[in-house]
């Protein structure tokens, strides 16, 4: 169905306030995908904080303009579908990496983070970041672990004068 000039700029507008807040984006190729698969994905997606969407190439062109991901223009090409992750930077790659693994027609073809256009095979390890709440609780326990260390350090010294007394005390009264 065929877009009016009004709806192809709001669909520009929205995916260009998407891209401007999302901390990576991908484009996959989606060529063979039933539409129940479609749905099934989009569904993930949402649920996995990323934002989806199926637009033209040149519409998603003018959409990137101007945002960290105008790195990414060149490569749309063929039907693809933008992911951008909206939670954390890795949220996007797991969602599609993981749909990728029962649909091999979703192929990644486009990985970018930072500004930066990365290989497509990338797309593995940005799905290995940890989320906001891993990074923060491994932060958490690098920082503990200090303060757990100087506090059996601490107790170590009167377990060892406890210990040391007794040991007297055991020798006096075997002798």
Known sequence: MALNLEQKKSIVAE?????????SALAAEYRGLTVEKMDKLRVTARD???YLRVVKNTLARRALAGTEFE?????????LVLAF???????????????AKDNDKLVIKLVSIGGQLLPASEAS????????DQAIAMLMSVM???VEKLARTLNEVPGKLVRTVAAIRDQKQAA
């Open 15 to 23: 995916v260009s306030e998407v891209a401007a807040q999302a901390h």
């Open 48 to 50: 996995g904080g990323v």
């Open 71 to 79: 790195c990414m223009s060149e490569g749309l090409v063929g039907p």
């Open 85 to 99: 992750s909206m939670e954390d930077p890795g949220s996007a790659a797991r969602v599609l990496g993981d749909f």
């Open 125 to 132: 390890r940005l799905a290995k970041l940890p989320t906001r």
């Open 144 to 146: 503990r672990a200090p």
